[in-house]
């Protein structure tokens, strides 16, 4: 069990630098209104093989931090709460065949939804990488 | 080790903290009286003498030689194979897997089970099984809600009523209303705002409901509403038509009647049954077959366990963690005894000796059958003396029929008959010449 720890805490996640992060470890992409939104390389670690995703359906408007999305693994099920409040314009379709993409690449192909943002001042609320890394150290003690 | 909750320590730092002298105390609220002269254990008695007063406590059990009573739990034979096989203590000691893969045998019992319901239901997916009839369909009730996020659950008329007070019991506290709706008035009651329509068939009364053609009118008006059929005897699934290949989401049915002894009314076998769409919703445990990571050797698994409650917790669509392993063993065993053949058979028999019973009441005087549609092997008399009739059937050492006024108090003078294979011609022309004695008279003579 000790050695499983150990190599969980010297794990790199490969976080990238160009996305905003939130505290319950969803990351989102901002290219003008439009947010990019997936689930961290730590998150998808921490659930395992992933099986299956509930996607919600596009044109529904969530507000920040509301339940959208359910992640589902072979041990465990996790909810996708949005970054930032806004309309749902496009949903992963790939994941529905392949909802392991999640685990290959968390933050790439395996993004799971895009918004279109309706609050930009709510950005300032996110993460950036340096804050985020605190947050996994702070999990993982 | 021990099992030790409180030593002495605990429990008076307990009572200090709650400001109480002994434990008797705890129970100050319950009135005295009740609480005196409880225990009245009359002193130990010997291996033969607790035997002997045993034995002459279950004299007092009547034995029937053939019955009419059916209403929910049917007395079907069973074949010496499945009394054979579930006594095997592998299985007869075994509770639902907890540590699953370590039980291999009984895993692959319950993969047996949910293939053999999946087939005979024609229904994409089976679960490891349910308490009994009753619960499946509260769990049915609650999975349609979650499903179509509205909360309006119409029962249909018909719905066994011993059931729905299971379904009430079940609904209660979840903000889901339940609406008891008549044939005639279905239509008037459906709207986008409905989750689903439970539907019994054949229904409490005996009466084969035409399930396609409702459930296409339903369909037609509210399209998203969830199609819930229910079937408390399922041997008739040897003529009828399967719900998998009507339009129905949710099949369950008691499986009381398929390798089960009817007993005290218990225990049943809840089978619960839906779509390939609705698999990660429906409640209970799933079984699934797997290969090892070589890929040489094939294996059990306990699978999708993320919908269950101990994951999931208050998102799961149900609490139960369990399922009925024992009686599903039963129900497998039953239908791999029979066969598709063997069933089909036993259906027949129930259809031909019940209408030959019908037929026969219908042509005495003062009797009339009061279903206008088919009926499987259930049916609803009217008769000119209740009371004599089953106390003549008493006497004859028959199982005399259900009085419905028991749950429907309007319905006077009303028997649900209910024959099956198990009743012998002798057993039914025993039962005509009963009836035959309490005729309306006519003539006016006696």
């Known amino acids: 069990m000790y050695e499983i720890i150990k190599k969980v805490k010297n794990m790199d996640y490969n976080l990238p630098e160009d996305v905003k992060y939130t505290a319950s470890h969803e990351w989102v992409r901002i290219d003008g209104d439009i947010g990019t939104v997936g689930i961290t390389s730590y998150a998808q670690h921490q659930l395992g093989d992933i ?39 496009e949903v992963n379709k790939k994941l529905e065949e392949s909802p392991e993409i999640v685990n290959s690449s968390p933050f790439g192909d395996g993004w799971i939804l895009k918004i279109k ?25 | 080790m021990d099992f030790i909750p409180h030593d002495d320590k605990t429990i008076n730092e307990m009572l200090k903290e709650l400001g109480l002298k002994e434990l008797d105390d705890l ?25 002997d007063k045993l034995k002459k406590i279950s004299r007092e059990n009547k034995m029937y030689q053939s019955s009419f009573l059916g209403a929910g739990i049917y007395y079907h034979y069973i074949p010496s194979l499945v009394d054979f096989v579930i006594s095997r203590s592998e299985f007869y000691t075994a509770y639902t897997p907890y540590q699953a893969e370590a039980s291999q ?31 499946a369909l509260a769990e049915a009730a609650i999975m349609s809600t979650i499903l179509t996020n509205k909360n309006i659950v119409i029962i249909m008329e018909g719905v066994h009523p011993e059931y729905i007070e299971v379904v009430k019991t079940y609904c209660w506290g979840q903000n889901i209303e339940l609406r008891i709706v008549s044939q005639d008035d279905l239509m008037n009651n459906l709207s986008e705002e409905i989750a689903s329509v439970m539907i019994q068939s054949p229904n409490f009364f005996g009466d084969i409901e035409d399930v396609a053609e409702i459930s296409k009118n339903i369909k037609n008006s509210a399209p ?56 990660r919703k429906i409640p209970g ?8 990571l ?27 963690c369990t399922n009925e392993a024992l009686c599903a063993l039963s129900a497998l ?3 791999l005894s029979l066969g598709s053949y063997g069933l089909r058979e036993i259906a027949t028999q129930n259809i031909q000796k019940t209408h030959y019973l019908k037929e026969k009441l219908a042509l005495i005087p003062g009797y009339k059958i009061l279903n206008t549609k088919p009926t499987y092997n259930e049916f609803l008399l009217k008769c000119p003396d209740i009371d004599k009739l089953i106390k003549e059937c008493k006497i004859n050492d028959l199982l005399p029929p259900l009085r419905i006024s028991n749950y429907y108090p309007n319905m006077k003078n009303v028997l649900l008959v209910c024959v099956t294979e198990t009743n012998s011609k002798d057993s039914l022309d025993k039962f005509l010449e009963i009836a035959s004695k309490f005729k309306e008279n006519i003539m006016g003579d006696s």
């Open chain 1, 117 to 141: 943002i309706n609050h930009s001042d709510e950005l300032e609320t996110l993460l950036s990488v340096k804050e985020y890394e605190k947050v996994i150290e702070s999990e993982e003690h």
């Open chain 2, 105 to 135: 045998g009984f895993l692959q019992a319950i993969y047996e089970y949910q293939s053999i319901i999946s087939r005979l239901t024609e229904m994409d997916v089976s679960n490891a099984s349910m308490y009994d009839g009753s619960t």
């Open chain 2, 285 to 292: 445990r799933l079984v699934g077959k797997t290969k090892e």
């Open chain 2, 294 to 320: 070589n890929g040489e050797r094939e294996g059990f698994i306990l699978t999708l366990q993320a919908r269950e409650q101990h994951i999931r917790r208050e998102k799961a669509s149900s609490n139960i």
């Open chain 2, 27 to 51: 129970f100050d609220d319950i009135p005295k009286d009740l609480l005196e002269n409880q225990l009245n254990i009359p002193p130990g008695l010997s291996e033969p003498d607790l035997l």
């Open chain 2, 224 to 279: 998203n509403c969830i199609i819930v059929q229910l079937m408390t005897d399922p041997t008739c699934l040897g003529v009828l038509k399967p719900p998998g290949l009507i339009d129905v989401d949710i099949f369950v049915a008691e499986g009381q009647s398929f390798g089960i002894n009817p007993s005290f009314g218990g225990p049943g076998l809840g089978i619960f049954t839906t779509k390939q769409k609705f698999l």
């Open chain 2, 333 to 335: 065993i039953y239908l």
């Open chain 1, 51 to 89: 099986v299956f995703i509930e996607l919600p359906n596009i044109g529904l408007v969530f507000e920040k931090g509301s339940h959208v999305a359910e992640i589902e693994s072979v041990k465990a099920v996790g909810d996708l709460l949005i970054p930032v409040s806004g309309e749902i314009i």
